[in-house]
């Protein structure tokens, strides 16, 4: 069966033009006009989009005692409703378990529990004999990206064992990801509030000051110099570290840099209301001059994407210590839905072209994790993951009308120009005109097209 979504405006990151786009067994075969199908979908007076990729998720996060309120089923389903049909999400190992079998296991837990298509990366945990095997294993899963943390006990890696891993991955033709704060600093600062009675949620964001990112990032680029193994900056939320960023890229290293909507639309301030709590997340939101620095980011090219590290707490799970001790509040808050309508709604305030906006949400993430050509793309042979965007739209943010999980939202109230009207996953219609039509999960992993570059 044919299907064409006719009459709307097409938003590549090389250009905008107006098109039907004509689809056949999941695959788009033509970007013209005058095609004849089996199905129209009315695409008049809207934007047709790649599907996003989302490149950093958390469904059904485990963190001590919590579990992420959003599963790989109904967060995929708020995914859809965000424009989202690719998302990246991550296979921690257990104490003592291989990496490939950590990633079987995540895999299984997603298989046939996901309404968008999904890929895995994996996190080293630690420094062992069999390493360099099980990273083989994980490459003959078609897995090449590899998550390295330098906070949380049970997570980070020292310095020495970075360079071993980093050295490990280049060889073997990978890259890593890495959450860049230092642990240490963050450690005695922390101890030193909670010594003091200091248990308000502003705590947490004096406990993560800028420099802590910042000292990690410069530390980091200068290994990443010395292996050459290419290397994916989360959640960047200083001015300090992009600048770094920006000069490692101007050098030539293979650096990339994601920040997340939170840093670029709320500021430390939100820690000293009376629900502060609810907004603990790390890296902590940072000042405006931050905040400022990374729009800047963005429009001088040094920001590659923007993920959401969408990991919701509900407002119970985040209050149960909220009184007497913010190191113990769950980090982590929603975002995968409200995306793409607050970074549209600002980049019709900047007269910002959408080409730079689709570039990061979708074409720059599926290039720098391999999921091109399949992925980030409307053009023929690419996987017909369509969006039909109202630019028009007007409404605000409210929790009780999203779909994520979780009975809170960072951005209550904000008002937002344009809204999701109609996805397709694949060629398959998953919501149509705001409606929900999907009746099964059929997101599938997501085979690696090329090499990460």
Same mark, same amino acid.
């Given at each position: 069966?044919?299907?064409?979504?006719k009459?709307?405006?097409?938003?590549?990151?090389?250009?905008?033009?107006?098109a039907?786009?004509?689809?056949?067994?999941?695959?788009?075969?033509?970007?013209?006009?005058?095609?004849?199908?089996?199905?129209?979908?009315?695409?008049?007076?809207?934007?047709?989009?790649?599907?996003?990729?989302d490149?950093?998720?958390?469904?059904?996060?485990?963190?001590?005692?919590?579990?992420?309120?959003?599963?790989?089923?109904?967060?995929?389903?708020?995914?859809?409703?965000?424009?989202?049909?690719?998302?990246?999400?991550?296979?921690?190992?257990?104490?003592?378990?291989?990496?490939?079998?950590?990633?079987?296991?995540?895999?299984?837990?997603?298989?046939?529990?996901?309404?968008?298509?999904?890929?895995?990366?994996?996190?080293?945990?630690?420094?062992?004999?069999?390493?360099?095997?099980?990273?083989?294993?994980?490459?003959?899963?078609?897995?090449?990206?590899?998550?390295?943390?330098?906070?949380?006990?049970?997570?980070?890696?020292?310095?020495?064992?970075?360079?071993?891993?980093?050295?490990?991955?280049?060889?073997?033709g990978?890259?890593?990801?890495?959450?860049?704060?230092?642990?240490? +600093?963050?450690?005695?600062?922390?101890?030193r509030?909670?010594?003091?009675?200091?248990?308000?949620p502003?705590?947490?964001?004096?406990?993560?000051?800028a420099?802590?990112?910042?000292?990690?990032?410069a530390r980091?680029?200068?290994?990443?110099?010395?292996?050459?193994?290419?290397?994916?900056?989360?959640?960047?939320?200083?001015?300090?570290?992009?600048?770094?960023? /920006? /000069?490692?890229?101007?050098?030539?290293?293979r650096?990339?840099?994601?920040? %997340?909507?939170?840093?670029?639309?709320?500021t430390?301030?939100?820690? /000293?209301?009376?629900?502060?709590?609810?907004y603990?997340?790390?890296?902590?939101?940072?000042?405006?001059?931050?905040?400022?620095a990374?729009?800047?980011?963005?429009?001088?090219?040094?920001?590659?994407?923007?993920?959401?590290?969408?990991?919701?707490?509900?407002?119970?799970?985040?209050?149960?210590?909220a009184?007497?001790?913010?190191?113990?509040?769950?980090?982590?808050?929603?975002?995968?839905?409200?995306?793409?309508?607050?970074?549209?709604?600002?980049?019709?305030?900047?007269?910002?072209?959408?080409?730079?906006?689709?570039?990061?949400?979708?074409?720059?993430?599926?290039?720098i994790?391999?999921?091109?050509?399949?992925?980030?793309?409307?053009?023929?042979?690419?996987?017909?993951?369509?969006?039909?965007?109202?630019?028009?739209?007007?409404?605000?943010?409210?929790?009780?009308?999203?779909?994520?999980?979780?009975?809170?939202?960072?951005?209550?109230?904000?008002? %937002?120009?344009?809204?999701?009207?109609?996805?397709?996953?694949?060629?398959?219609? +998953?919501?149509?005109?705001?409606?929900?039509?999907?009746?099964?999960?059929?997101?599938?992993?997501?085979?690696?097209?090329?090499?990460?570059?």
């Open positions: 069966m044919r299907v064409v979504v009459d709307g405006i097409v938003v590549n990151p090389t250009g905008c033009f107006k039907d786009i004509l689809i056949e067994h999941g695959v788009i075969i033509g970007v013209g006009k005058n095609y004849a199908a089996d199905t129209e979908i009315e695409a008049r007076n809207c934007l047709v989009l790649p599907g996003l990729v490149p950093h998720v958390h469904m059904g996060f485990k963190s001590g005692e919590f579990i992420s309120s959003d599963d790989f089923e109904s967060g995929t389903r708020a995914a859809a409703y965000g424009g989202v049909t690719t998302i990246i999400d991550f296979a921690v190992p257990e104490k003592e378990e291989s990496l490939d079998t950590a990633l079987s296991r995540r895999l299984q837990e997603a298989a046939g529990h996901c309404y968008v298509d999904y890929e895995i990366h994996v996190a080293i945990t630690c420094v062992r004999d069999s390493l360099s095997a099980e990273i083989q294993k994980c490459l003959e899963q078609g897995v090449s990206v590899f998550r390295l943390y330098t906070v949380y006990p049970e997570l980070k890696l020292d310095e020495g064992d970075f360079y071993i891993v980093m050295s490990l991955v280049k060889d073997m990978g890259m890593v990801r890495v959450h860049a704060e230092n642990a240490s +600093i963050i450690e005695i600062k922390q101890n509030f909670l010594k003091e009675a200091a248990t308000d502003y705590s947490h964001y004096l406990s993560r000051p420099f802590v990112e910042e000292e990690t990032v980091l680029l200068i290994l990443q110099r010395e292996t050459g193994c290419p290397i994916y900056f989360n959640h960047i939320s200083t001015s300090a570290a992009l600048q770094l960023i /920006q /000069q490692a890229k101007a050098k030539g290293q650096v990339y840099a994601e920040t %997340c909507p939170q840093y670029l639309f709320l430390a301030d939100v820690y /000293q209301k009376p629900n502060g709590f609810l603990l997340v790390s890296p902590a939101f940072k000042s405006e001059e931050d905040r400022k990374l729009w800047r980011g963005i429009e001088l090219g040094v920001v590659d994407t923007i993920g959401t590290d969408h990991c919701p707490y509900t407002k119970e799970q985040k209050a149960k210590y009184l007497y001790d913010f190191t113990r509040v769950p980090n982590g808050i929603p975002g995968i839905e409200t995306t793409l309508p607050l970074l549209f709604t600002e980049w019709q305030r900047r007269g910002w072209p959408l080409e730079k906006l689709v570039a990061l949400v979708s074409y720059n993430p599926s290039r994790f391999g999921l091109l050509p399949r992925k980030g793309l409307i053009q023929p042979g690419a996987d017909a993951d369509i969006v039909v965007f109202d630019p028009m739209h007007e409404w605000e943010i409210r929790a009780n009308s999203l779909h994520m999980n979780v009975d809170w939202n960072p951005y209550e109230g904000f008002k %937002c120009i344009g809204k999701v009207k109609t996805v397709l996953l694949r060629g398959e219609v +998953i919501i149509e005109e705001g409606e929900w039509k999907s009746k099964a999960c059929i997101g599938q992993k997501v085979t690696t097209g090329g090499k990460n570059v």
